[in-house]
């Protein structure tokens, strides 16, 4: 008989959702490795082998990694502050920050990745500002650069950085961190030794979350970043669909994929070393 959970629940009644999702997961996935390992006359690693040799691939998923790096990066300078503020407010200032961070989630990412498009733009609002404050003579180049799919994901993937933030804070004691101010620690030591150690695992869950969410945010990425960037998602598009080449794209997927599994196992390791010295 199996042991019953903390909860009080028998795991055995997961059994039917967690292998139908199981199921659901691993068929396409076995499907789209044999349809990668295809080749003119057979199977092998052709279509890997492809990739790994070509400059331009590299480059696209390199410049990809990196655009997730970016992005989170800015989620989490950006939403550390509002987190901890969030944690340090008042009931009342709670619910509004609260009500600010999901705000987002109830619009459609299509609507404001569009909207990005008209802030970014040569006649957007960061323009004419600009333009008529006199810090400017002509427009700025902001639409299709990458900064501007970088700002545009950080908006869109923020409430993914600062819930979790927002929850690791919730559930520590804002009474250590006044100790230690009273102990005599400084402001810059209470945060790395009190504040950052409880903040990491929603530093850690904020950071898979929103990194895995930017590479894979094929929208945003392609009408902000516009035909003149390349990224994953939509490389995979055109070799499946504008060239037909399915095994090819298998492939891409793949190795896509297990970059992405690497930077998550790697950010789950330091995040059970964070736990291991706290």
């Not at 040799?53 to 950006?78: H, M, N, P």
């Not at 970088?150 to 100790?179: C, E, H």
Request: proline residues 5%; aromatic residues 8%; hydrophobic residues 60%.
């Amino acid at each position: 008989m199996a042991a019953a959970s903390p909860a009080g629940f028998d795991p055995r009644l997961a059994w039917p959702l967690g292998s139908f999702l199981a199921l659901l997961f691993a068929v396409p996935l076995a499907m789209l490795l044999v349809i990668s390992l295809q080749t003119g006359d057979g199977y092998g690693f052709g279509q890997y082998a492809k990739f790994l040799t070509d400059w331009f691939s590299l480059r696209i998923l390199g410049g990809t990694l990196r655009l997730g790096v970016e992005v989170t990066i800015a989620c989490l300078v950006l939403g550390f502050p509002l987190a901890w503020l969030h944690a340090r407010s008042p009931g009342w200032a709670k619910s509004a920050i609260t009500l600010v961070v999901l705000l987002p989630l109830l619009t459609s990412v299509v609507v404001r990745t569009f909207a990005w498009i008209v802030i970014l733009g040569r006649q957007g609002i960061i323009n004419n500002a600009l333009v008529g404050a006199g810090l400017i003579d002509t427009p700025l180049r902001l639409l299709y650069t990458e900064g501007g799919v970088v700002a545009a994901l950080a908006q869109v993937q923020m409430p993914l950085m600062v819930l979790p933030l927002v929850a690791a804070l919730g559930r520590a004691d804002p009474n250590l961190a006044d100790a230690a101010s009273i102990l005599g620690a400084g402001a810059w030591r209470t945060w790395r030794t009190v504040v950052l150690p409880l903040a990491m695992p929603g530093i850690i869950a904020g950071c898979l979350l929103t990194f895995t969410a930017s590479v894979t945010a094929f929208i945003t990425q392609s009408l902000v970043g516009g035909g003149q960037m390349m990224f994953m998602p939509a490389y995979v598009l055109q070799q499946a669909i504008a060239l037909g080449d399915m095994p090819f794209a298998a492939a891409i997927s793949v190795i896509f994929l297990v970059c992405v599994l690497i930077v998550v196992a790697l950010l789950s390791l330091l995040g059970r070393r964070s736990r291991a010295h706290v």
